[in-house]
C-alpha cells in the first residue's frame, strides 16, 4: 500500500515581532500561523486523496488533484522560503554588507543595487491581484527577477476565500535557484499598509536576509526539505 508524507509548518527562524515595525506582530502571526498552515492542511488532504487515487487506479481523480497539490504546495514552498529570506532590521543578516558576491553580481547585471531595486519594485507594484516577485539564480548562473500573478477577476474572488482551485499565482520556482521572495498576496500586508502596497515594498527591503540571499545565490542548494 502506498504511504503520504505528512507536511509540516515550519517554525519560525524568529519571534512574530521581531520583524516590526516593517512587517507587524499580527500580519506575522496571520501569515504563518493560519494561512500557511491552511496550505500545508490543504497540501495533505490532497496528496493523501492522491495516494487513494492511485491505489484504486483512478486516472480522473488523480489528474482532478494535481491543481490543489500544485496551488497548496507551491503555497508551502514559497512562505518556507519566504520566512527564511527574512531577518530583523537590526541582525547584521539584514544589512547588504551580508552579501557581497550577491552585491557584485547585481551591480554588474542591473548597474547599481538601487538600480535592481528600482526594477524588482517596478515588478512587485506592476503585479494586478497577487502573486509574488523573485530574484532568481538561472542554470546559466545569470540572475533575474520572476513574478507570477492572479489574472483574472473570477481568481482574485477564489483568492480572497482562500480556496486552491483555479489559481495560478502561488506555482513555485522551477528550472531556477530562488535567492529571494517577496509575497505581494493582500494577506501579507493589507491589515498594516492597507492599499498602500508601495510602503509595504519600500519597508520590506529593511527586512531581506542578505546573509541567506547570499547563501542561496553561491551555493547548489537543491531540493528543499519540506
Avoid: C
Avoid at 490532497?46 to 492511485?54: D, E, Y
Wanted: negative net charge.
Amino acid at each position: 500500500m502506498a504511504s503520504t508524507h505528512k507536511y509540516t509548518l515550519p517554525a519560525l527562524p524568529y519571534a512574530y515581532d521581531a520583524l516590526e515595525p516593517y512587517i507587524s506582530h499580527q500580519i506575522m502571526t496571520l501569515h504563518h500561523d493560519k494561512h500557511h498552515q491552511a496550505y500545508v492542511n490543504n497540501l495533505n488532504a490532497a496528496t493523501a486523496s492522491h495516494v487513494q487515487a492511485l491505489e484504486k487506479s483512478d486516472v480522473q481523480a488523480q489528474i482532478a488533484l494535481q491543481q490543489a497539490i500544485k496551488f497548496n504546495g507551491g503555497g508551502h514552498i514559497n512562505h518556507s522560503l519566504f520566512w527564511a529570506n527574512l531577518a530583523p532590521a537590526s541582525s547584521p543578516s539584514a544589512k547588504t554588507e551580508a552579501a557581497p558576491k550577491l552585491m557584485d553580481a547585481l551591480a554588474e547585471k542591473y548597474g547599481s543595487y538601487e538600480k535592481f531595486q528600482d526594477e524588482f519594485n517596478a515588478v512587485l507594484l506592476g503585479l494586478q491581484g497577487s502573486g509574488w516577485g523573485w530574484l532568481v539564480k538561472k542554470k546559466s548562473g545569470e540572475l533575474d527577477i520572476v513574478a507570477t500573478k492572479v489574472h483574472t477577476f473570477e481568481a482574485m474572488i477564489v483568492m480572497m476565500r482562500e480556496d486552491a482551485n483555479g489559481l495560478q499565482d502561488q506555482d513555485p520556482v522551477v528550472g531556477a535557484q530562488p535567492v529571494f521572495g517577496v509575497d505581494m498576496w493582500e494577506h501579507a500586508y493589507y491589515i498594516q499598509y492597507f492599499n498602500d502596497k508601495a510602503s509595504y515594498v519600500t519597508g520590506i527591503w529593511n527586512v531581506i536576509n542578505w546573509e541567506e540571499s547570499e547563501r542561496r545565490f553561491l551555493e547548489q542548494v537543491g531540493q528543499l526539505k519540506l
